[in-house]
């Protein structure tokens, strides 16, 4: 009887602990796929019937909603960070830093690989790592830098050459290297409907064709797993970045006619983009509200600051001192620079506001560690990295998102 009042303390103890701590790390492996420019309908939209099962397993978002600006660099960086962009630091796919007086160019590898770009951001890869969970990251947006001292274990840089099969069998081939070198987790990044997407426009059959190629990649990736044993053992998690909308080129702003080109940089352009007033010229303020009085209804202009917050667009000195948002469809564009695509402008485009429906983004994830045949409305891709750290056991580093994507999809 002496023992009772221990017994009933060890057992309230150990309710208690059952309750705060997090669920133990799940056994498998876990993949992050990311589909770029794959739009959430593509899935009812386009034959993709691996992803569809995958969907119809696990969980699945309606929607996932990017973060701004809906480009391919600023939201992978925001899917294994939880950061915003203006909290991430890459701000654009190109933007100018005043601190470090230097510009960053999504296509240079040179700025893929420079620490100064990336390390206001800790990725899920460096989390891992800095826990003793051994990573890899294949061609995703950051993988090539040094952040806060730490690399993956693996990793490759991009090669646009490289076909989403190679790329999976890759992936594959990484999980075949001995226990200890192989990464509990893996980030894959395949960017064959983003590509086409832009050329051909969403609605083309070209970009049917890469969403059949993207769905085919998946399919690839389920049964090497399945041949390696792994199939129930990993917990696959299969995301995009934002969506793709059709532009024209009867839909076109002209900077020239909103302001005096010669008194500015041009930092980006496009959907949404900014400029800088060259040094003694013109406040940033001042250009921001000439332009504004000159610019169409289609296009709204903000000096930083006044960005609407729910654009979560302010708080960096690398976003431009007067930004431009167009409405879907719309482009902002100089004469000069659109004078070179005459004839061959691209379909499709992305990096209008996130909640526009077209630039919705792709979230499904199946495994052990998952919810089972669970859909649920619309989430935004800020909560995706707690979301991946609760899966591994790891405790993230601070971020913008929450838990509830991890409620929503976790098994309970
Ligand atoms: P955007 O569609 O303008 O946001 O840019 C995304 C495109 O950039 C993708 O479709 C890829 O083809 C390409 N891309 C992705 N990563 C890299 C990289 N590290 N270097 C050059 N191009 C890249
Ligand atoms: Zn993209
Ligand atoms: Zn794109």
Redesign the pocket.
Known sequence: MKCFPVALGLLLCGLLLSCTTPPPPAAGPLILVSL??FRWDYLQKYDAPALKALAAAGVHARRMTPSFPS???PN?YTLVTGLRPEHHGVVS?YFYDPVLQASFN????GD?ADARWWSQGEPIWITAEKQGVRSAAY?W?GC?AEIHGARPSLHQ??D?RANAAKRVDALLAWLDLPADQRPRFAAL?I?VV??VG?KAGPDAPETAAAVKEADAAIARLLAGLTARGLRDQVNLVVVS??GMSEQSADRFAFLEDMLDISQVEVEST?PNGGVRPKPGTITPAALAARMRAKAPPQVQVYAREEVPARYHYSANPRIPAVVFIADDHWNVESRAILKRFTGNLERG???WDPATPNMGALFIAQGPAFRHGHEFADVENIHLYNFLCATLGLKPAPNDGDNRLAREALAR
């Open positions: 770029d420019g480009k391919t660099f992978h796919n999504k296509n240079l590898p893929n061609m947006p090539e840089s991009y646009g990044y960017d983003d590509v832009h970045d934002h496009g485009n992305h990096g």
